[in-house]
Every structure is written in structure tokens, then in C-alpha cells.
């Protein structure tokens, strides 16, 4: 039997982030995305509330919740803004390695330490020419007694000044290509580690993006993930379990630029009636209506799936890329209702317009969603 609706503990729980985004995240968003501030006052509450975290198992004094109930709660967050909502957000992004990959003492010291007090960590990837190209980095690891060395430089990396410890992918055999790479956790008062300056970036502002060297920096050998040559493959794991959420923020702000576009449309007046009596109009947000629509019945069905132990690859792929063209759309045709104000940072469209960008290209690009999309199809 299929049934699309939610249990009364789904519906209480996106009640409750519909409220929390309504009354802590969206008066706050302009003052955020203006002077690109960190939202660390609505993290605390965010944590106090237990909207943050919320991946990390019971066991490990999480919520344990279900990748569904996640990206139900996303969407209501992000709809509230997306660049404060990803600002603690990311954690789950740097937790989901080592929940799938982490031995017990791993998962103990660092999951618990997630749920005990407010704390952040970054997923330190990315570097400055590999970015979709993960297999591309250039980061080593050489393992010299019981410590790794670590050298590399990671860029656009979310949360780099406020994480106590980084989730890192580095090269340990690059003769090996992408199975030489594995997986670490390092913590960030480590010597050798530096952040640099905050990106000034376009949209999302309120998330703090650095980019970070490592230097000499001596990880523990207690501190791989998995074994050596595992890092590719965790990391590609954890994005099963992390697209679908991605997916879910991007519909958040896509349904709010709906929404601003639908109440705009109904109070202007264009040849003597609202605009939103216009079929050129109408027929613009009854698209945006029902791509929203399907995209979030592509990010329930893939995070139905990974919840079922069903592997998702294709499917969080299908969200992802869905989602994120999607809100890049809504967002630009939100601003086309508007017209001349939709252009205007006085008007909420603009900065959702430039919010939307980011979707088509983090955890994975558009383009890289349809390579996995077109290898699933073809290869499997």
C-alpha cells in the first residue's frame, strides 16, 4: 500500500520548525543576509528545541530521527531561510560519515559531543580545483607511526570558524586514484590548522564559508573512518542520506517565493484587475505549484527508500537535481511577477532569487546529479 500522509509525530514535528522558522528565523533573516552574520543566537535556540542534530542516533543522545522526518523539518527551515537554516544544517552533512562509517569510540566522542552542548562541525571536502570532481583533490595523509600528516588546502568550506572538528577527505596512496583516498576526523584545535577570511558570498550569507589549510596537522590513527581507501566511498554514502535534505531546503524557499509571488499577484493591479487574473500570470505560478509538488514527492520517495534500507543513489540524484532547477526557476519567475520590484533588495524575491544559486551547485552539481543519474540508469 502507498500512503503519502504524515504520522501525527511528523505533523507535530513540522509544526513545530513551521513556528520555529515564523517567529526565530524569518524577522532575523534580512539583518543576517545583509551583513552576511552568522546566526549563532537561533542556533542555540534551534538546539534548545531540538531542531539540530537531528540524525545523530538515540543511542548517542540524538533524536533518531528518520531521514523523512529530517527533510520534513528542512523544508519548513529553509522556508524561513535557508541561509541561516544551512549555518547548522551543515552538521548533518559532516555527522552522516561517521554515523554510517565510525567505529563505537568514535561515535561516542564525537556524536555525543554533538548533543551535549551546541557545536558545530564541517564537512572539509571541497578544494580549490576539485570541486564536483571529488576524486580530484589533492590532499595528502601519510601515515608515520600513529599519526597521519596532513597536508592540503579545502575551500568553500561551510562552518570552518565555528566547527570544533572537520570531517576530511585526503589522498593516503595517490597512485590509487579515488581508492587511495580515506576518511578522517580532525579535530580543529589541532596545530597547523588554519581558516581564512569569511567568502562574501552572493546568497545564503549566513553561513559562515572559509576556506581551510592543513598543515603538517598530525590526525591520530584512531581518527580514520573505516579503513584506508574507504573515504571515497563514505563520503558517497553519506550523500545518499544527505540529498534528500538538500532537496527539502531548496523546496522551502522555492514555496516561499510561491507564496510571495501568489499574495503579490492578488494586490497589484495591471489593466484594471490584480495581476494574478492574468493567464500570463496564472499559468506561471501554477507551474511553480506543481514542480514544487513534484520535488518534494522526490525527496520524500528517496528518503522513504534510505529510511527502508533500499539504496537511493538514483533517487536522492532525482531530488537533488530536481530541487535544486526547480528553485532556481520559481525563484526567477517569483522575481518576474514582481517585475521592476522583484528586482529591488527591498523586496523579499531578490534575496531568494540569489539563495536559490547555491542548490545547482553544492553536494553535488546539477550536472553531476545527471551523471550519477545517467550511470545508474546505464551501467546498473
Known amino acids: 500500500m502507498i500512503d503519502f500522509s504524515l504520522t501525527d509525530e ?73 541561509g541561516i537554516s544551512t549555518a547548522f544544517a551543515v552538521n548533518h552533512l559532516a555527522t552522516a560519515p561517521v554515523i554510517i562509517s565510525g567505529n563505537e569510540e568514535q561515535k561516542k566522542k564525537y556524536l555525543d559531543m554533538m548533543t551535549k552542548e551546541l557545536t558545530f562541525a564541517s564537512y572539509a571536502v571541497t578544494e580549490p580545483q576539485a570541486g564536483s570532481d571529488v576524486a580530484g583533490i589533492q590532499s595528502t595523509a601519510k601515515l608515520i607511526g600513529n599519526e597521519y600528516i596532513l597536508n592540503g ?48 558570498m552572493m546568497g545564503q550569507r549566513a553561513s559562515a564559508t572559509h576556506a581551510v589549510t592543513f598543515e603538517e596537522v598530525k590526525v591520530p590513527k584512531a581518527n580514520l573512518l573505516g579503513q584506508e581507501g574507504d573515504g571515497f566511498k563514505i563520503a558517497m554514502k553519506a550523500f545518499d542520506h544527505t540529498r534528500p535534505g538538500i532537496a527539502s531546503n531548496a523546496i522551502g524557499v522555492a514555496r516561499a517565493a510561491m507564496e510571495h ?40 520517495q528517496a528518503a522513504w527508500a534510505i529510511d527502508n534500507k533500499i539504496r537511493n543513489t538514483k533517487l536522492a540524484a532525482f531530488a537533488k537535481r530536481f530541487a535544486a532547477d526547480t528553485v532556481m526557476k520559481v525563484t526567477t519567475d517569483a522575481v518576474q511577477v514582481f517585475g521592476g520590484y522583484g528586482y529591488s533588495n527591498e523586496y523579499p524575491v531578490a534575496k531568494l532569487m540569489r539563495d536559490a544559486k547555491i542548490f545547482q551547485i553544492y553536494e553535488g552539481t546539477s550536472q553531476v546529479q545527471r551523471l550519477i543519474i545517467a550511470k545508474e540508469i546505464f551501467l546498473r
Not at 546566526?39 to 534548545?48: G, Q, Y
Not at 572538528?165 to 584545535?189: C, E, N, Q, R
Open 153 to 200: 588546502s579545502k575551500q568553500w568550506i561551510t562552518g570552518a570558524s565555528v566547527a570544533k572538528w572537520f570531517y576530511v577527505l585526503a589522498k593516503t596512496d595517490p597512485s590509487k586514484g579515488h581508492k587511495g583516498m580515506s576518511a578522517f576526523i580532525v579535530d580543529a584545535d589541532t596545530p597547523g590548522i588554519k581558516v581564512g577570511k569569511k567568502e562574501d
Open 261 to 300: 509571488a501568489i499574495e503579490y499577484s492578488k494586490t497589484r493591479t495591471s489593466f484594471g484587475v490584480p495581476i494574478a487574473m492574468h493567464q500570463g500570470i496564472n499559468f506561471i505560478i501554477s507551474d511553480m505549484a506543481c514542480e514544487i509538488e513534484a520535488s518534494r514527492l522526490l525527496a520524500w
Open 10 to 82: 511528523q505533523k507535530e514535528l513540522q509544526k513545530l520548525a513551521k513556528e520555529f522558522a515564523a517567529k526565530e528565523i524569518r524577522p532575523h533573516a534580512e539583518e543576517h543576509d545583509k551583513h552576511g552574520k552568522f546566526p549563532m543566537e537561533i542556533a542555540k535556540k534551534a538546539f534548545e528545541v531540538g531542531l539540530m542534530n537531528l540524525n545523530i542516533p538515540q543511542e548517542y543522545n540524538g533524536t533518531g530521527l528518520k531521514v523523512l522526518d529530517e527533510v520534513i523539518i528542512a523544508e519548513e527551515l529553509s522556508w524561513g531561510c535557508s
